[in-house]
């Protein structure tokens, strides 16, 4: 399985980006998909998945500003950024697995900055 990430960059505070992740190598409609970022020094944390079902979930810090969604037309996931905050800053990882005891597949990652 492949991912391939795009959409991240610098934004101001306040500000938006919309992370995507197309994926090839497998059915993508049976994957579970998530986002995950790491800090320098830190481990990686989950920010937002979508299972295979539709059904999503959120880190606290992210409830009500971010969207994770996924088109299986297009084999993509999305993550829609809003009120972004410079803690936001990080690098964006995209995640698949097929269930959920697997360790799944990673893309290489791309930074996303907020900064003034």
């Known amino acids: 399985v492949q991912l391939v990430e795009s959409g991240g960059g610098l934004v101001q505070p306040g500000g938006s980006l919309r992370l995507s992740c197309v994926v090839s190598?497998?059915?993508?409609?049976?994957?579970?998909m998530g986002w995950y970022r790491q800090t320098p020094g830190n481990q990686r944390e989950l920010v937002a998945r979508v299972l295979s079902t539709g059904r999503t979930s959120y880190a606290d810090s992210v409830k009500g500003r971010f969207t994770i969604s996924r088109d299986n037309a297009k084999s993509t996931v999305h993550l829609q950024m809003n009120s972004l905050e410079p803690e936001d800053t990080a690098v964006y990882y995209c995640h698949c697995r097929r269930h959920p005891s697997e360790s799944g597949s990673w893309g290489q990652g791309t930074q996303v900055t907020v900064s003034s």
């Open positions: 190598g497998y059915f993508f409609s049976l994957l579970d």
